[in-house]
């Protein structure tokens, strides 16, 4: 894959082709602190040999089946408090994608940015920022997407060739995605804050729905029915009671769809 010739405003204005790292997330950090990146820098990796997930997991992905990418932005238009919107503008990129290629239907957002498809992961996203004073500074959104990886050692895990049968060239479905990253980031920059969060909760795996949830080492019925101000998820439980609470805070628990 050599420089991608995109019709983008800011996306992929620049491209850098690693053919393997340990995290591309790291590598766009060394490019910040080098000094004056260019906005919509895309680092992109064949390899990556120790792909850093959410909450300090990791992200595994065979190499050359998948995209695995970074991308530098510098979305100084939000406050520090607004900063869920840059996550759900790139959860609904990734949603948009995969519904272009699966039943859209079978697409969803797992609150934060996971994406799943058949209730399978086939997509997440590592988002890390630097602030300066009030407002985000730089951004590095890690994406993983499986693309024509076939076998996981993760049984929840899937990607567009377990689901559709066919398999994919990597450069075109990325050029694909960063165009539909594009459009929604300029979505972002126009603050369309209302229409943001209310695409991210249509799309949102579970919302409105009684499920088990892990809390607190006790497994609890709630149901998902709003996001507040920070990016927290709103939960009512059965007693009629309603909390806030962060990832750290809550578990999803998959019942078996068998009865
Ligand atoms: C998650 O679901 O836990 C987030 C996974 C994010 C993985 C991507 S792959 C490209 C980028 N570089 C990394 O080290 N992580 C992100």
């Not at 082709?17 to 590598?27: A, H, I, M, V």
């Not at 080098?34 to 120790?50: C, D, H, S």
């Not at 996203?125 to 951004?139: C, F, G, K, V």
Request: net charge neutral; with cysteine; glycine share 6%.
């Amino acid at each position: 894959m050599n420089n991608l010739v995109l019709n983008t405003l800011i996306i992929g204005q620049k491209f850098i082709n690693l053919p393997k790292c340990l995290s591309t997330n790291l590598e766009a950090r060394t490019i910040i602190e080098k000094g004056f990146p260019i906005e919509g820098t895309v680092v992109y990796t064949n390899q990556q040999m120790a792909g850093r997930g959410q909450m300090g997991n990791t992200w595994e992905a065979q190499s050359g089946k998948n995209l695995t990418f970074s991308v530098i932005l510098k979305p100084s238009f939000l406050k520090i408090e607004q900063q869920f919107y840059l996550s759900m503008s790139v959860a609904i990129a990734i949603h948009r994608f995969l519904s272009q290629h699966c039943l859209k239907k079978d697409v969803s957002i797992k609150w934060p940015n996971d994406i799943l498809v058949n209730e399978k992961k086939i997509s997440g996203a590592l988002i890390e920022n630097t602030l300066q004073q009030q407002t985000l500074q730089y951004s590095i959104v890690g994406i993983g997407i499986n693309i024509n990886q076939t076998e996981f050692a993760y049984p929840l895990a899937t990607s567009l060739q377990n689901i559709t049968g066919q398999s994919y060239e990597l450069e075109s479905v990325l050029k694909e995605f960063l165009i539909i990253l594009d459009k929604e980031y300029q979505q972002l920059r126009q603050s369309t804050f209302d229409v943001i969060k209310n695409d991210y909760l249509a799309l949102l795996f579970r919302f409105g729905e009684w499920h088990t949830y892990q809390i607190n080492h006790q497994q609890l019925q709630g149901k998902i029915i709003d996001l507040d101000s920070s990016g927290r998820l709103i939960v009512e439980h059965r007693q009629g009671t309603m909390k806030a609470y962060s990832l750290k805070e809550i578990g999803y628990v998959f019942e078996s769809k068998e009865l």
